[in-house]
């Protein structure tokens, strides 16, 4: 006869012996992950070199990101990040409603530029009901009005060298003992190219709000919400992104989320 | 009893003739891939699990349809903490249900030291709230899981390891009531083949669960939603794809408790060594039928 049956009581002393076991193994175990220069990290992290091209062999250069109607406009546009900068800088430009605010753009250009918001206005725009979604999962659609940002690079004349647009911001997003750190953050010149990325100035038929990036934020709509500078003030193309920061070519990036946001 | 058995090779499948004495057998139940990618899922599920739980942390609730509602209502699933005349509480908010769950989800950790989180500090990789670290984790995991169940499913179709082992055939079926009253009754049949619950569970996970994980993974990805629109639009949306990922993780981790279950009624040592070095006593056949454990 079977002799593998086994009584009901032996079974459940077994079966609780194992979930309490399991219960037991706390996964502070894995805090060592954390640690940015530990080399098990750093081999993890080289799975994000694979995601990345993954991303761009599928995703291509020019497929766009969902466009939307006005109707799934429910909401406005969930606030994230820095919402009220504190900057004196930002607060006197706030006050004179920006009429001295300047979007520079320097670094690789041949002609380094210094527009106004209206300068900006007066340009071609563009409008795209687009979904933003927020690296912790959340997602909101909002309408978007701005430049192509490819209109900009181009009046400003991009060096052959150039590989990266950086955008230098007027928010301090961290003060530590160590200093104020301003948030910046980049991409590279096939994402600053893409018809869909724009520099926005207008939001769901009015102006930006200051919660959302007033009087110019960056849309990247391929891209998590981290990869989309609010408050920007100064463009700046590059040949790398090692000077910067601390080095990973943005705010959120040197505090160890991907440079590519695409997932 | 080791001196009782014979050793029967039968990595083929096919039954092997044997005498009519009422013998237990080592069979070879699992070939060497089988036991590899096993091992590879387990580790992946794992860390994908717990560096999810993570990732949900840092935003705990989830919705229907194409994007959250901050003013409008389409959550189905909350978890946060709240203050109540006796102090703070962690709740969990289902379907617009509110239940108390404080000490897990929502408030949890030392008494003196209660921390205000969705799933608790055990529960995630790291065990403080890290999302960076927690995304590193998780994606290289899901690379790991993915690449060994495509590779899996393509060799295991050309070998016809998936028809002969896992697909249910017209007697499984039809044996599905008298399976389904024996594991009731903890009554277990050691067989070579998998008998039908197993076939529906295996194919069930490895089918369909780990694929739709997968899929709802991707349609996350504004960089995916851009190249292929349809697979988030297919599955309702990016935010209602977030949710079926996190109801195929409870389904899993279902499914693995319940695996563990199993394992222990069948008998651990036993089934451990099969999924360890392949070799599996079966019970000694009644009647002369090796290659069905039939009681």
């Known amino acids: 006869m079977p002799k593998f049956q086994i009584s009901r009581r032996r079974f459940l002393t077994a079966a609780s012996l194992g979930i309490s076991g399991a219960a037991l193994s706390g996964c502070d175990a894995f805090d060592f992950l954390q640690d940015r220069d530990n080399g098990v990290r750093n081999a993890l992290e080289g799975a994000n070199g694979l995601t990345y091209r993954a991303q761009r062999l599928i995703a ?6 969902q466009e939307f109607s006005e109707a799934d406009i429910r909401q406005p546009q969930r606030p994230n990040g820095v919402t009220a900068p504190d900057d004196d800088v930002y607060k006197g430009l706030l006050s004179n409603q920006f009429a001295d605010w300047r979007l520079d753009v320097v670094g690789l250009v041949e002609r380094p530029l210094s527009l106004s ?7 071609p725009s563009r409008t795209q009901i687009t979904r933003h979604d927020c690296v912790e999962g959340w997602s909101c659609i909002a309408k978007w009005t701005g430049v192509p940002m490819a209109l900009v690079l181009d009046q400003a004349v991009v060096k052959p060298e150039a590989r990266y647009v950086v955008f230098h911001c007027l928010d301090t997003i961290e003060r530590s003992l160590s200093g104020e750190v ?18 926005a100035y207008g939001m769901n038929g009015k102006a930006l709000p200051v919660e959302n990036g007033a009087p110019l934020r960056v849309r990247v709509e391929r891209q998590l919400g981290y990869k989309m500078p609010k408050y920007v003030h100064r463009i700046e193309l590059v040949d790398g992104l090692n000077s910067m920061g601390l080095g990973k070519g943005g705010y959120w990036e040197d505090r160890g989320y991907d440079w590519y946001g695409g997932i | 009893m080791e001196s009782q058995s014979r050793i029967v090779q039968q990595s083929d499948g096919h039954p092997v003739p044997t005498s009519n004495r009422p013998e237990s057998e080592l069979v070879y139940r699992q070939t060497r891939w089988t036991r590899l990618t096993h091992w590879v899922w387990a580790l992946s599920l794992f860390f994908l699990l717990l560096s999810g739980l993570q990732i949900f942390n840092a935003h705990p609730a989830l919705y229907i349809g194409k994007q959250s509602g901050f003013q409008f209502d389409n959550d189905v699933l909350v978890i946060g903490s709240d203050y109540s005349s006796n102090g703070p509480i962690g709740y969990t908010e289902l379907l617009g249900k509110r239940f108390n769950t404080t000490g897990i989800l929502g408030l949890s950790g030392p008494i003196d030291n209660l921390d205000a989180r969705a799933f608790p500090a055990w ?3 790291p065990s403080g ?8 984790v998780h994606f290289f995991f899901a690379w790991a899981l993915s690449a060994t169940l495509l ?8 070998s016809g390891h998936l028809r002969r082992d896992l697909v249910p055939r017209a007697d499984d079926i039809r044996r599905l009531p008298r399976d389904i009253a024996d594991h009731a009754r903890l009554k277990f049949h050691h067989s070579r083949d998998y008998n039908t619950l197993q076939k529906l569970a295996y194919g069930g996970v490895l089918f369909v669960l780990l694929p739709l994980m997968i899929l709802t993974g991707l349609a996350m990805s504004p960089s995916m939603n851009a190249a292929i629109p349809f697979l988030a639009d297919m599955l309702g949306g990016r935010q209602t794809a977030r949710t079926i990922h996190f109801v195929a993780m409870a389904l899993l981790v279902g499914f693995f408790i319940v695996h563990m279950l199993m394992i ?3 008998g651990p040592i036993n089934e451990l060594r099969s999924i360890i070095t392949g070799w599996y006593r079966t019970d000694p056949s009644e009647r002369g039928n090796s290659d069905k454990g039939s009681a």
Request: glycine share 6%.
């Open chain 2, 151 to 158: 590779a899996w499913l393509v060799a295991s179709a050309l």
């Open chain 1, 182 to 199: 301003k948030y910046y953050g980049s991409i590279d010149l096939v994402d600053a190219r893409h018809p869909q990325t724009i520099l």
């Open chain 2, 264 to 266: 222990l009624a069948a």
């Open chain 1, 117 to 123: 918001r209206e300068q900006l206005m007066a340009m």
């Open chain 2, 123 to 125: 529960a995630t990789i």
């Open chain 1, 60 to 65: 291509g250069r020019a497929s766009l990101a």
């Open chain 2, 129 to 136: 709230q890290d999302l960076a670290t927690g995304r590193v």
